[in-house]
């Protein structure tokens, strides 16, 4: 059960697009369709931004976009706001009823 | 509205014992996986267990088995941790998560916070 991995910080001007990367393994990432992605807050509880590799839940804004290509899967995130500035987490299934976590990304709004 | 509210995280002694409980409302408690998430202060989100809908199977992390029972009563919509011999590196806040199909945590709890420490 080794998380997930991805870069420790990235960062992008108002406006730019940013991707997060997310690499794990055949077991997990790249064994299902099954990967997720959760915005936290400092303080506050994370929050579902992308399921399903792509899939973005009612309320999510549309500049949130998730993709996958084997064992690494992807967010994106375009016409970056402030409010955006936040940590964020990857998460795959990884067989017989198990989640795994990626590490964290935090994304700072220049 | 779905809502899972958290209660009874604390200060516990290593070695010592401490039940948390998860109040889910808005939604057929039963018929979703229940799990629990942690998150040790300045550091990432762990995956702790998960428990089917109807409270007869149970999955944990390698870090917590044998030490950690999730358990559930649908009939007060209540899931629960019993967590015992807690050690130093259990402190964390924990999060009550409902997943869709065991999949993915879609509603996250407000977290309790848990710390072992002498």
């Known amino acids: 059960q080794s998380a997930l991995t991805q870069p420790r910080s990235v960062s992008g001007s108002p406006g730019q697009s940013v991707t997060i990367s997310c690499t794990g393994t055949s077991t997990d990432v790249g064994g299902y369709n099954y990967v997720s992605w959760y915005q936290q807050h400092p303080g506050k509880a994370p929050k579902l931004v992308i399921y399903d590799v792509s899939k973005r839940p009612s309320g999510v804004p549309d500049r949130f976009s998730g993709s996958k290509s084997g064992n690494t899967a992807s967010l994106t995130i375009s016409g970056l706001q402030a409010e955006d500035e936040a940590d964020y987490y990857c998460?795959?299934?990884?067989?017989?009823?198990?989640?795994?976590f990626g590490g964290g990304t935090m994304l700072t709004v220049l | 509205e779905v809502q899972l509210l958290e209660s009874g995280g604390g200060l516990v002694q290593p070695g010592g014992s401490l039940r948390l409980s998860c109040a889910a409302s808005?939604?057929?408690?039963?018929?979703?996986?229940m799990g629990w998430v942690r998150q040790a202060p300045g550091k990432g989100l762990e995956w702790v267990s998960v428990i089917s809908g109807g409270g007869g199977s149970t999955y944990y992390a390698d870090s917590v088995k044998g030490r950690f029972t999730n358990s559930r009563d649908n009939s007060k919509n209540t899931l629960y941790l019993q967590m015992n011999s807690l050690r130093a590196d259990d402190t964390a806040v924990y999060y009550c998560a409902k997943t869709e199909s065991w999949i993915r945590v879609d509603v996250w709890g407000q977290g309790t916070t848990v710390t072992v420490s002498s």
């Open positions: 808005g939604f057929t408690f039963s018929s979703y996986p």
């Open positions: 998460c795959s299934y990884a067989g017989t009823y198990t989640l795994v």
